[in-house]
C-alpha cells in the first residue's frame, strides 16, 4: 500500500521560508512525477511545482524563483523549499506521486500559513 506522509508546514511571517517533506512509502513500479499541488479557501488545487522521471522540474508562474523542488530517491522522498513567502502562498499543500498505470497518490495535506 502507497502512502505519502507530509511534513513541515506551519506559520510564517512574509519574507520567511519553510521546507516541505513528503516520504512516500510503499511500492510504486515507475514514477512519472512527483511534487506539490496547493488549494486555498475557495479556490481550485493548483499545481505548485513537480519533478518528472527525467529530472525536469516545472512550476507554476506565481512560485519561479521563490520555490525550489528536489527529489531524494534513496530516501523516496520529495521536498519543496519555499523562500520568500508572500500570504498569497497560504494554502493547504499536498504532495503527489504520478505512478502511471498504478494511479496517482496523495498525501494528506499540510498546511502553510504566511502571515502578512
Known amino acids: 500500500q502507497v502512502q505519502l506522509v507530509e511534513s513541515g508546514g506551519g506559520l510564517v511571517q512574509a519574507g520567511g521560508s519553510l521546507r516541505l517533506s513528503c516520504a512516500v512509502s510503499?511500492?510504486?513500479?515507475?514514477?512519472?512525477?512527483m511534487g506539490w499541488y496547493r488549494q486555498a479557501p475557495g479556490k481550485q488545487r493548483e499545481l505548485v511545482a513537480r519533478?518528472?522521471?527525467?529530472?525536469?522540474?516545472n512550476y507554476a508562474d506565481s512560485v519561479k524563483g521563490r520555490f525550489t523542488i528536489s527529489r531524494d530517491n534513496v530516501k523516496n522522498s520529495v521536498y519543496l523549499q519555499m523562500n520568500s513567502l508572500k500570504p498569497e502562498d497560504t494554502a493547504v499543500y499536498y504532495c503527489?506521486?504520478?505512478?502511471?498505470?498504478?494511479?496517482?497518490?496523495w498525501g494528506q495535506g499540510t498546511q502553510v500559513t504566511v502571515s502578512s
Open positions: 510503499g511500492s510504486i513500479f515507475s514514477i512519472k512525477s
Open positions: 503527489y506521486t504520478d505512478g502511471g498505470r498504478a494511479g496517482i497518490y
Open positions: 519533478i518528472i522521471s527525467g529530472g525536469s522540474t
